[in-house]
């Protein structure tokens, strides 16, 4: 059980626009810690995606982008992609556990 | 161009030792907050362990703690996981992740590298 909520799976047809949600609690996102998302494609590396809550990676282009409010987060992918098709990854700190990351996401363009 | 490069992962039986390495090149490693992330197979990741730039900060996950020991050679970019005492259940691959740049003042981890699979098994 991971201390930030992701929904195991998400959809889009290319063009589409989908949201992945990553809710934490009152010692992470609610204690004011910022979110960061990664993007893993198949069987390589975890990528940067956004950090500090709205800020893109480098050469990560504006199709994404990021939220928080209280204790959730959300990464909009607009215009969907097959090359999108990958897993995705909220992290935070937790003033409890120290750095904790969300069970991850698989995005799937149909 | 930022390169981490991992290695020293392989096959251990339960209960015995290994130790990680990760070589980092392409920014200062020496003033930048180093950690290690594991991803057990076909599972989420896992924060294992940070380091501080002059190593007088180090934290662990409470999986780990007593068990692993992170350091690191500033003067070799290098940084290093030694871990002890190992269980099926530290069966993973070991990222090396770096903090340079946009996460050097947060909770981030900017590089990646390829990672080094270790198999804890009889």
């Known amino acids: 059980q991971s201390v930030l909520t992701q929904p195991p799976s998400v959809s889009g047809a290319p063009g589409q626009r989908v949201t992945i949600s990553c809710t934490g609690s009152s010692s992470n996102f609610g204690a004011d810690y910022d979110v960061h998302w990664y993007q893993q494609l198949p069987g390589t590396a975890p990528k940067l995606l956004m950090y500090a809550n709205i800020i893109r990676s480098s050469g990560v282009p504006d199709r994404f982008s990021g939220s928080k409010s209280g204790t959730s987060a959300s990464l909009v992918i607009t215009g969907l992609q097959a090359e999108d098709e990958a897993d995705y990854f909220c992290q935070s700190y937790d003033r409890s556990l120290n750095v904790v990351f969300g069970g991850g996401t698989k995005l799937t363009v149909l | 161009e930022v390169q981490l490069v991992e290695s020293g992962g392989g096959l251990v039986k339960p209960g015995g030792s290994l130790r990680i390495s990760c070589v980092a090149s392409?920014?200062?490693?020496?003033?930048?907050?180093m950690n290690w992330v594991r991803q057990a197979p076909g599972k989420g990741l896992e924060w294992v362990s940070s380091?501080?730039?002059?190593?007088?900060?180090?934290y662990y996950a409470d999986s780990v703690k007593g068990r692993f020991t992170i350091s690191r050679d500033n003067a070799k970019n290098s940084l290093y996981l030694q871990m002890n005492s190992l269980r099926a259940e530290d069966t993973a691959v070991y990222y090396c992740a770096s903090q340079e740049g946009g996460c050097s003042g947060a909770s981030c981890f900017t590089s990646w590298g390829q990672g080094t699979l270790v198999t804890v098994s009889s």
């Open positions: 392409g920014f200062t490693f020496s003033i930048y907050v």
């Open positions: 380091i501080s730039s002059s190593s007088s900060h180090i």
